[in-house]
């Protein structure tokens, strides 16, 4: 069965450190990952990832994804209160048109 | 509209109800999914449309549960005799075709007491 697993499941930091969120999956026939901010209740696209060690940049969050071990990170660099949220890891394979999630880490950032 | 529109926002019910929720895609998406969110959990397939196709109902946990689109467009998600276990956020999205990113509504918080 295809699964995608986050870890950590949840995180708190203060305002100003830098933050790895992981990602691994085992799916059959890999199409791409993605990673989503979910705030309140509907989650925001971040990244699409389907080439691997490829860097994906947007501001203070990156992502790069590893088809060898199959996981990818999200790196967030001089975190803010406002990057509280759950992030969402999920993944596409070929064989499907659905996404298949990850649990998502919670991270709170504190002033 | 600019985005996907889900109603009610939040809906109570009793356990044995049957509740609908409407899912309101962004104009010509022609993808559109339902996801449902338990709490602290991450998000569990429903069912998938992707145009006139036959829907993708694989995710779908019991026949009390059962999806429709018309035209189309807007999606109803139907839930008969609901259980204190379908209290979750139900989440919709579209995309422009499938196998992309997805952008999803505001979901509809349903509790069965």
């Known amino acids: 069965e295809d699964k995608v697993v986050q870890s950590p499941l949840s995180l708190v930091v203060h305002e100003g450190d830098t933050v790895t969120l992981n990602c691994s999956y085992e799916?059959?026939?890999?199409?791409?990952l993605l990673w989503y901010k979910q705030e309140k209740k509907a989650p925001t696209f971040l990244f699409m990832l389907?080439?691997?060690?490829i860097e994906k940049k947007s501001g203070r969050l990156s992502s790069i994804l590893d088809k060898k071990e199959l996981s990818s990170i999200l790196n967030i660099t001089a975190t803010q209160t406002g990057d509280s949220a759950i992030y969402l890891c999920?993944?596409?394979?070929?064989?499907?048109?659905?996404?298949?999630f990850g649990t998502g880490t919670r991270l709170q950032v504190f002033p | 509209g600019a985005g996907v529109s889900q109603s009610p926002s939040n809906k109570v019910t009793e356990k044995g109800k049957d509740v609908e929720l409407r899912c309101d895609p962004i104009?010509?998406?022609?993808?559109l999914y339902w996801y449902r969110q338990s709490l602290g959990q991450g998000l569990e397939f429903l069912i998938y449309?992707?145009?006139?196709?036959?829907?993708?109902k694989s995710g779908l946990p019991s026949d009390r549960f059962s999806a429709e689109r018309t035209g189309g467009s807007v999606s109803t998600l139907t839930i008969q005799r609901t259980q204190q276990e379908d209290s979750a956020v139900y989440l919709c999205?579209?995309?422009?075709?499938?196998?992309?990113?997805?952008?999803f509504g505001s979901g509809t918080q349903l509790s069965v007491l």
């Open positions: 104009s010509g998406h022609t993808a």
């Open positions: 449309f992707q145009g006139n196709s036959a829907p993708d």
């Open positions: 999920a993944v596409l394979a070929y064989n499907t048109d659905k996404l298949i």
């Open positions: 799916v059959t026939n890999f199409r791409s």
């Open positions: 999205a579209s995309s422009p075709t499938s196998n992309e990113k997805l952008f």
């Open positions: 389907t080439s691997s060690g």
